[in-house]
């Protein structure tokens, strides 16, 4: 998705923008003619039912702010234009994406920085997921790339290297419904969004990533990527 707003945050990304989406700031609630509240989203913001333009209520000259209230808008309303938004980062190398799903702060984007120098990345937190020909890919600003992994991040504290774990389909359904926006609770795209969610868990191999909560073992973390990947 690209952002139009009267200001921009500097989020920068390598992926390819399929979807737009209006969103403007106002001191006081704004509707729209056939609107939906945002759910876990910020207080008193609305999206219109086609998903391309958004109202936030409350005015702050903060672009940190902006980018926060941007970033909960948009999966929702990536949802209602019939487009599926993970909450990843997308690592691609030779050919072969990596989502790496997990929730805010656990190292996502720390990875992502860590691993830009070697591989492309796509997204550091918001990752759109396309299907062509019913294949899960991630669209990219030249091609699309095969989506060969997902993988749950998750820190563990007393962890002295990371480590990988392979999941069975259902507990990768189970993980992405986990980790998924609020978009589900509406009950107009809840087929859409259940129905990607399954194929994404049947055909795509699913894993859960363990890393400690150390910097310096990033690099360790790096390997089991690219070794995943070279064996896919």
């Known amino acids: 998705m690209n952002v139009m707003a009267s200001h921009r945050a500097a989020l920068s990304t390598d992926g390819a923008a399929d979807g737009w989406v209006t969103i403007r700031f106002s001191q006081q609630a704004e509707c729209l003619a056939d609107d939906i509240p945002v759910p876990g989203g910020p207080n008193l913001c609305v999206v219109a039912r086609d998903g391309k333009e958004a109202r936030i209520s409350g005015v702050k000259d903060e672009l940190d702010w902006r980018a926060v209230q941007i970033r909960r808008v948009l999966p929702f309303a990536a949802a209602l234009q019939g487009h599926l938004t993970l909450h990843a980062c997308g690592l691609v190398l030779q050919d072969c994406a990596v989502a ?5 702060g656990v190292g996502k984007s720390t990875l992502a920085r860590f691993l830009i ?3 492309v990345v796509a997204a550091d937190d918001l990752l759109p997921c396309r299907f062509r020909v019913g294949k899960p890919v991630v669209p ?3 091609r699309d790339v095969r989506l060969g992994h997902i993988c749950f991040m998750e820190r563990d504290l007393g962890a002295e290297r990371p480590r990988l774990v392979p999941l069975d389909p259902p ?3 189970q993980n992405l419904l986990r ?3 609020g978009e589900l609770r509406q009950q107009a795209i809840w087929s859409f969004q ?3 969610y399954g194929v994404l868990s049947k055909s795509v191999p699913g894993h ?3 890393v400690p909560d150390d910097l310096c073992k990033l690099p360790d973390t790096e390997t ?3 070794e995943l990947v070279q064996a896919s």
């Open 140 to 142: 990219l600003v030249d």
């Open 194 to 196: 259940f129905d990607r």
């Open 171 to 173: 507990e990768v359904m």
């Open 179 to 181: 980790h998924g926006f």
């Open 208 to 210: 859960r990533l363990t």
């Open 100 to 104: 790496v799903v997990g929730e805010s």
């Open 117 to 119: 120098a070697h591989w």
């Open 224 to 226: 089991l990527l690219r």
